[in-house]
């Protein structure tokens, strides 16, 4: 008598699972298999457009890209899954290192992608750039005390910079980057001193440090450049008084250039369907997706020639840094450690 | 072969093999060399978080169980059921909530935030788990013990350290171990506030390292340590027993509170669900508003109740089994619950990732293809259950442990065999605490996240996925909305069981299977 509620709850569930198995199994039509770390609703549309125009469906299964690596390394030969995209060069590095992608060279990807945003061998194309800006509170900083990133760990600036966790790949990237261009020992001083500069503990996401800026909890901070458009395009009009309040610097157009990093994809090393894989790849750096990629998500479009969304194109022009992407994963490693050895976590 | 012991080997072998597969693959590798300054900042932080959030849940939902099941003030009733209302929201909810409500600049200028941020979420996040197991233990108290220490005189106060407290000590434990172990297990809200505890550490050491190996290592101390703290609770509890003074039930007596007693106990169950559920809900409410639109929710929703309908009923029956076998006394049982305990103080990505291990070993051998549709959903369910379990199997223990031995003894000696004690004896008596250890699993199951993200099968997204996909992508507008039916879907069946806990008090047919 207990157990009469549980018992019809275990068989609703036992035929639930039937039917989802069922539906996984149905569609014997076109499939292209995608694990993605990157959960936008603009990527779902791209898929849409793609099934479309190619018939072919693409099934999704979005999680962080370090999850999603160890699943593709359990799952090995066996796996299902035929793309693996990432939102950062650091991350796909890994999956090639790891052995999970393969080589995919086309002449359309080679046309389409410019030499400096993919994988030399063709493990992982990117199809969109992402600068990593600071931000700075307009009343109480000129914008020229931060033209590059080594201002941010000057003395002027005690107590008055928030930054996020170091666990995130975006700021394990930068620092790859400046481990690249100028040494380990250079990368440990800046880190050190930004680190001494620290208004708070690092908390919160890329959004949080923006709005502390704002707040005055600090006077600037590092982001990828999309959240600060997106706070200026929110439909809570607290983040749109929030983006007014401060500015936005591409750093090092003096110098080096700004830090830049990718999304991208790759085909697994396993697809069932590379075919599909390779045209779902084509696609992504296709005119047509780009075009409709370029107002979905706020990031610059992988060719020059496609013009970004408006109020991307409202911060105007910068010069990117030139290092290659394969730097960002060879020293995430030594980054890490030396995030560890100056207390930034 | 004795059926109970058998299904006992059967659910441990099932709940514990991903954790020991975190053991033995924290051995495969040697130890990096940040691990050492990790392990020593990720320990003391989950130590202190422990202490504080842990602490303040453990005493809060004592006092609220307390409040409502002995004494009498306005609004009683209600608070009865309304105080359980924040186990439907899970803890990296709250903590973005809060976050984007109270930042410096935000609506309330007064930031939760950094080490007592989290420490505050926890206690009025997580209180409800205590609440209710003491709420279960109050309500099926004998009365002629209350009753005679009234006789004695004895007031509310001494009334409820003398005699119901100690009578309830086995149900505030049991909810208080899993209050403290959801606390250890956590990684949302602690990485959010920018702690370094070892759940952070693990991720720091996977993510950031790239050094899943050496994360593991770090998983393993975790539940090293959740071992230990069993261990010592159980030697606490020692073999004291908890024989039942009466078999006649009776409502239980309760205190009138004088007025400024009165006023203060209504305020301190309002401030409790406000914190708890209300003020960052209306606040997701208000962001989800702002957006517009639900988003595409519908499928998700049937994704989530369906996954937590089947992980409940699974893991119940399997921490049914655990619980039964350890109160008969045998080895295995014993020795299933602590693996059980392991699982349920290990991030839920870290038991994912020991179901993946020896998923993919499965597969080296032959026995499996592909981790696609059924299969994945399989290794959910799995990843639930040994997650879950020991938040099935402490309720049913606790409400084990109230069973008097004599009534086994007689059972025994009407020739009862242990698969008829158990489905006469035993389940009936510890039915409020069964009805407990559902619902919670239910709702566990329905917040879970980093499981679901990890093992789920191609285009099945559940509502704490794909909350988590905008709150990732830091579209907090977006993630509102799924949120709030999280909490939502959760709310109905924990007050249906609410309801159920608070009228099996009545007792007709525990009473009756009593004095059977």
Same mark, same amino acid.
């Given at each position: 008598?207990?157990f009469?509620p549980s018992? =019809?709850a275990f068989?609703l569930g036992a035929?639930a699972m039937? &039917? ?23 990527? =779902?549309?791209?898929?849409? *457009? ?10 999704? +299964? ?5 999850q ?24 796909? @590095? ?30 992982? @194309? ?10 700075? =509170? =307009? ?7 931060? *033209? ?33 261009? &100028? ?6 001083? @800046? ?89 779902? &790849? ?32 409202? +911060? ?27 207390? @930034?976590? | ?6 299904a006992a080997a059967c659910a441990t072998l099932i709940c514990a093999s991903p954790a020991l597969a975190v053991f ?22 989950t130590?202190?978080?422990i202490?504080?959030?842990g602490?303040?849940a453990?005493?809060?939902g ?22 359980v /209302?924040p186990l439907a929201a899970p803890s990296y909810v709250l ?27 926890y206690?009025?996040g997580l209180y409800p788990y205590v609440y209710l197991a003491?709420?279960a ?33 086995p149900g505030?434990v049991a909810g208080g171990a899993l209050a403290l172990m959801e606390i250890a297990a956590d990684y949302g809200a602690a ?7 070892l759940s952070?550490?693990v ?12 994360? #593991?290592?770090?998983a393993s101390?975790l539940l090293l340590a959740a071992l230990?703290f069993l261990?010592?609770e ?62 595409? /929710? ?5 994704n989530s109740l369906l996954l937590a309908g089947t992980g409940a009923v699974v893991t119940l029956v399997l921490a049914a089994a655990i619980a039964a076998s350890a109160r008969?006394?045998?080895?295995i049982g014993k020795a299933a619950l602590f693996a059980a305990a392991m699982g349920y103080a290990a991030p839920g990505a870290v038991i994912a990732l020991g179901a993946l291990s020896l998923f ?10 592909? #981790?696609?549709?059924?299969?994945a959903l399989c290794a959910l369910i799995w990843a639930y259950a040994a997650r879950f379990a020991s938040a099935g199997a402490g309720p049913i223990d606790a409400g084990l ?26 389940m009936?008596?510890a039915?409020p605490s069964l009805a407990a250890g559902a619902l919670i699993l239910f709702v566990e199951i329905l917040k879970e996240l980093p499981a679901t993200l990890i093992l789920r099968?191609?285009?099945f997204?559940t509502l704490s996925v794909?909350a988590y ?14 949120? #709030?039916?999280i909490f #939502?879907a959760g709310l109905a069946p924990i007050?249906v069981l609410s309801?159920?806990i ?15």
């Open positions: 008598m207990t009469s018992r =019809r068989t035929s039937a &039917l989802a198995a069922c539906s996984q199994d149905a569609g014997a039509n076109e499939v292209v298999n995608v694990y993605s770390a990157r959960h936008y609703d603009s990527d =779902r549309r791209l898929y849409e *457009a793609f099934e479309e125009s190619t018939g072919i469906s693409v099934r999704a +299964l979005t999680g962080s890209a370090e999603l690596l160890e699943r593709l390394r359990a799952e090995g030969e066996a796996t299902e899954a035929d793309l693996v995209v990432a939102a950062d060069a650091g991350n796909l @590095w890994r999956l090639k290192d790891a052995g999970l992608l393969q080589n995919t060279v086309t002449p359309t990807l080679e046309t389409s992608v410019p030499a400096g945003l993919h994988d030399p061998d063709g493990a992982y @194309w990117g199809f969109t750039r992402r600068a990593r800006v600071i931000i700075y =509170r =307009r009343d109480a900083v000129q914008p020229e005390e931060l *033209a590059s990133y080594d201002n941010l760990a000057d003395a002027r600036f005690r107590n008055q910079i928030v930054m996020r966790s170091s666990t995130n790949v975006y700021q394990l990237s930068t620092l790859a980057s400046r481990i690249e261009r &100028l040494g380990v020992e250079n990368a440990r001083a @800046w880190a050190a001193g930004v680190r001494a500069n620290f208004a708070r503990d690092p908390q919160g996401s890329d959004t949080d440090q923006i709005r502390a800026v704002a707040a005055g909890e600090a006077q600037a901070t590092v982001c990828n450049h999309y959240y600060y458009l997106r706070l200026q395009q929110s439909d809570d009009p607290a983040d749109r008084e929030t983006a007014e309040k401060v500015g936005l610097i591409f750093p090092d157009q003096n110098g080096a250039g700004t830090h830049v990093n990718i999304s991208g994809a790759g085909v697994t090393a396993h697809a069932k369907r590379r075919d599909n894989a390779v045209r779902l &790849l084509e696609y992504l750096v296709s005119d047509e997706a780009q075009t409709l990629l370029a107002p979905l998500n706020d990031e610059f479009p992988i060719r020059p020639e496609i013009a970004p969304a408006p109020a991307l194109a409202a +911060l105007g022009a910068f010069r990117a840094e030139d290092i290659p992407l394969s730097a960002l994963g060879e020293n995430q490693a030594e980054a890490a450690r030396i995030f560890e050895e100056v207390g @930034w976590r | 072969m004795n059926p109970v012991a058998v033995a693959f924290a051995l495969s590798g040697e130890a990096p060399s940040f691990g050492g300054a990790l392990l020593r900042d990720g320990a003391i932080g130590f202190s978080l202490a504080a959030g602490g303040g453990i005493m809060l004592a006092a609220a169980a307390w409040l409502v099941s002995l004494c009498r003030f306005p609004g009683r009733a209600v608070f009865e059921w309304l105080l /209302v903590a973005y909530a809060y976050a984007s409500l109270t930042w410096a600049g935000g609506a309330i200028d007064f930031p939760v935030a950094g080490f007592w941020g989290a420490a505050f979420i206690a009025v003491a709420r233990a109050f309500a099926s108290q004998s009365v002629c013990a209350l009753e005679a220490a009234r006789t004695l005189g004895a007031k509310p106060w001494a009334l409820f350290r003398r005699v119901a407290l100690p009578l309830a000590r505030i990485q959010h506030f920018g702690l370094t505890t952070t550490a991720f720091r050491a996977w993510y950031a390292h790239g050094e899943p190996v050496a994360a #593991l290592q770090i101390v230990v261990v010592i159980r030697r606490a509890r020692g073999r004291a027993a908890y024989a039942g003074g009466s078999t006649r039930w009776r409502p239980l007596p309760r205190y009138d509170l004088p007025p400024l007693a009165q006023a203060a106990a209504v305020i301190f169950c309002v401030a409790l669900v406000t914190f708890g559920a209300f003020l960052p809900l209306a606040w997701l409410a208000r962001l989800a508003l702002l957006y517009g639109g639900l988003g595409d /929710v519908a499928q998700p929703l049937i008969r006394g045998k080895m993919g070993l499965a597969r080296e051998v032959g026995w499996i293809g592909g #981790l696609g549709g059924a299969l442990a109230r069973l008097s031995n004599s009534l086994d003894a007689s059972a025994r000696t009407l020739g009862a065999g242990p698969l008829k004690r158990l489905m006469r004896v035993d009936p008596i039915g099968p191609f285009d997204d794909i996909s905008y709150a990732s992508d830091e579209r907090l507008l977006q993630a509102a909305a799924p949120s #709030l039916l #939502l007050l309801h159920g608070t009228r099996a008090r009545a007792g007709a047919r525990a009473g009756a299977a009593a004095t059977a």
